[in-house]
T-cell receptor, first 113, second 114 residues
């Protein structure tokens, strides 16, 4: 089944404890992206990647890191999480970039205390 | 400052009637627009899209209209069904240097009442 898989689905952590949210897609898509969803703000793009080893900042990249060493994986790294990073995170992929519909994972609910 | 706006956080419609969801944008460089639907505990799923060279695109019960001069688009669902109850996100993209970005609106929660 074609899908974008995020792990974990739920995560509670404390301020400053490094964490990684994994994202993997099995559709051989070139484009991958991370979003966070907050009430009243919708989905805001954190980072995106057009292909392996090619990443760029979205609208809210502060406090996040990404890497794209393989085409299928696009992990989101929070080196020192803070409470304002409590949010619902979505990973997405698409075959050719912005004009191709995004395929989203089911989300990761992160709480930082 | 939000570049893509959905000014109605929520909308209730009777089953069988038309649902109209609106979206406004500020960046005249946007040239491709998409609508996504999201159910609770799931990721958004693509619904319909439109390029700026068109003013209408139709797919079954769903039609998107684009008014470039007003920087406005709308999604029409006819007839509305209870299964259409979800949050709808409008999204826009513009070619920027060598890379692409997709900007989402805040979403509109649609409730279709049986």
């Amino acid at each position: 089944e074609a899908q974008v898989t995020q792990n974990p689905r739920y995560l509670i952590t404390v301020t400053g404890k490094k964490l990684t949210v994994t994202c993997s897609q099995n559709m051989n898509h070139e484009y991958m992206s991370w979003y966070r969803q907050d009430p009243g703000l919708g989905l805001r793009q954190i980072y995106y990647s057009m292909n392996v080893e090619v990443t760029d900042k979205g609208d809210v990249p502060e406090g996040y890191k990404v890497s794209r060493k393989e085409k299928r994986n696009f992990p989101l790294i929070l080196e020192s999480p803070s409470p304002n990073q409590t949010s619902l995170y979505f990973c997405a992929s698409s075959p050719r970039g912005r004009n191709s519909p995004l395929h989203f994972g089911n989300g990761t609910r992160l709480t930082v205390t | 400052d939000q570049q893509v706006k959905q000014n109605s956080p929520s909308l209730s419609v009777q089953e069988g009637r038309i649902s109209i969801l609106n979206c406004d944008y500020t960046n005249s460089m946007f040239d491709y627009f998409l609508w996504y639907k999201k159910y609770p505990a799931e990721g958004p799923t693509f619904l319909i899209s439109i390029s700026s060279i068109k003013d209408k695109n139709e797919d079954g019960r769903f039609t998107v209209f684009l008014n470039k001069s007003a920087k406005h688009l709308s999604l029409h669902i006819v007839p509305s069904q209870p299964g259409d109850s979800a949050v709808y996100f409008c999204a826009a993209s513009a070619y920027k240097t060598s890379y692409d970005k997709v900007i989402f609106g805040p979403g509109t929660s649609l409730s279709v009442i049986p």
